[in-house]
């Protein structure tokens, strides 16, 4: 591809993807969920810019895409009231619907996300500049993961559908949600990390204020009203707005029962400390990372190379899993970073919509100039930018950068930089990157480049005590989902998985009984009568 002519005519030409990803007006999201109601919002609005700009006479604008509403305290409170008396101290109709009912609701609300799929990615791509192939990617692997939610929690079901007796007690052991569950997803992935939560936590009797990412929000307009649809009244609300705004005060009640946040360690401190009953509120939260990759003088170079492209630059670099840092040995540094670089030369940039584009505009305000500042404190202390147009900025479009020799004085070292910089650092002694990760306040993932499988051996044994997935010879990734997804130090807190996300936001609890006749035939009638929806041994087919 012609970089140059390429960087050149960026959002020059006129918007047009001309296609079904076509967004043809703004999308004004007026209503909020509340109680089973879509309430219409009177007051402020919020704007919703696209990372896609367009030319406005001399000078480029991101190109205004619609508004939602900007709700006060006062509606934030009614939303957690609402989820408060759908929950009914636990005696709701939702905790005590049987798992087969609140699966129903789940498949219903899944059908009508499937009606959605175009306008969500289309706003996927509008909203946060995502690639089309990743957009899809996002909205199909978010069915697949409530479909398999689904399945999971059968398994789960079916395993507490029996009475377990020991030392003359018999018990029946069962899950049991935790309460009023807030949910906040990030915004790289902001329908399928939202879901990854929202889901479990809510099939599995738990009630929802849900609050979308920053970025990224208009995608949900249709998804209120299937909300509204499959669920009882109150069981899922929305909140919109400025954060410190409206959840602060959510926190501030105590009345949250368990968090659910993907975002910064930053914020989710913050969050932590409103809430007034620490030990009430459970939270699962997916925080901030930099993963490192290790690559070692016998690395196959072809397969690091690609790896590393993929690892740092998909979706712009803007994953938490992403590689945020690469130790190359010194001995390997300069074909690895030819390769590198050419291997960026290749990819294509433009628009989302583009075929097989790879690097887009940045959603975020003012990231390229952040990136634009860790660029230059590098190159102050002794950095080059290495690869041809690395760090050109056109608006919010940031061409990658690969900075070299990075070391430990330059913030691209100690920041994560959620975009497509890639600091790399040479290494003659495997302490190097070792004595990084263990200083590092982040532990969530490593990936390894080598084909000596005794060094692998090793270096796998001394990494799992550091970090929570060690790659080999593949670059860092969250999935499959059915894997064990989560981190050590300031990178997380909680596990989830398909199946780890269902025990996360339930709490193991049990019905027990000394074995006496009296206590049998209590037993005994509750089932034969299907008196309760807890003791039960009904059995999903
Ligand atoms: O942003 C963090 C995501 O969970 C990463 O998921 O590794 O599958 O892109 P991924």
Partial sequence: MDVRAKLAQMFQEVIDPSDQYALREPVIQKEYLVNGELREWQGDFLEVRSPICEKKGDHFERKRIGAFPQLTEKEAQEALQAAVDAYQNGCGVWPTMTVEERIECVEQFLFEMLEAKQFIVTMIMWEIGKSVDDAVTEFDRTVAYIRDTIEALKELDRQSSRFVKESGIMAQIRRAPFGVVLCMGPFNYPLNETFTTLIPALIMGNVIVFKPPKLGVLLYQPLLKAFQKAFPAGVVNTVYGRGAKVVGPLMETGRIDSLA????????????????????????????????????????????????LLGTLSFNGQRCTAIKMLFVHQSIAPEFIQRLSAGIREMNIGMPWEPEVKITPLPENNKTADLTKLVEDALRHGAQVVNEFGGTVKETFF??????????????????????VIPIVPFSEIETPLHYIIESNFGQQVSIFCRDPYRIATLVDQLVNQVCRVNINSQCQRGPDILPFNGRKDSAEGTLSVSDALRAFTIRTLVAAKENNTNKEIIRTILKDDLSSFISTDFIL
Avoid: W
């Fill in 261 to 308: 946040f993907i975002g910064t360690s930053k914020v989710a401190d913050v969050l932590k400390h409103q809430h007034p009953k620490p030990h009430r509120l459970k939270c699962i939260l997916g925080l901030d990372a930099k993963n490192p990759a290790i690559i070692m003088e016998d690395a196959d170079m072809d397969l690091a190379v690609r790896e590393s």
């Fill in 399 to 420: 061409y990658p950068a690969v900075l070299f020799p990075v070391n430990e004085h330059m913030k691209a070292y100690q920041v994560e930089q959620f975009g497509p």
